[in-house]
C-alpha cells in the first residue's frame, strides 16, 4: 500500500508527533474491544520504533 499527494506523488518519509499518535490511538481504543487494545499497543510501538527521532523534549 501507498501513499501520494494529491498530484499523485508517492509519499517516502512523513513526520507525525508522537502527541498526535497517542491521541489517535487513544481515540480508536475506546472502539476496540479490550482483549485487543494489545494489538493497538503493539501497533503504536512498532510505529514509534520504526521511525527516526527528529526532535526530543527537553527536561
Not at 474491544?33 to 503504536?44: A, G, K, N, R, T
Amino acid at each position: 500500500m501507498s501513499y501520494e499527494t494529491p498530484e499523485g506523488k508517492e509519499i517516502k518519509t512523513i513526520v507525525i508527533s508522537v502527541s498526535h499518535l497517542q491521541k489517535t490511538f487513544d481515540d480508536y481504543a475506546k472502539d476496540f474491544p479490550f482483549e485487543c487494545l494489545s494489538v493497538l499497543d503493539f501497533l503504536e510501538y512498532e510505529i514509534v520504533n520504526g521511525a527516526q527521532i527528529v526532535e526530543l523534549e527537553e527536561e
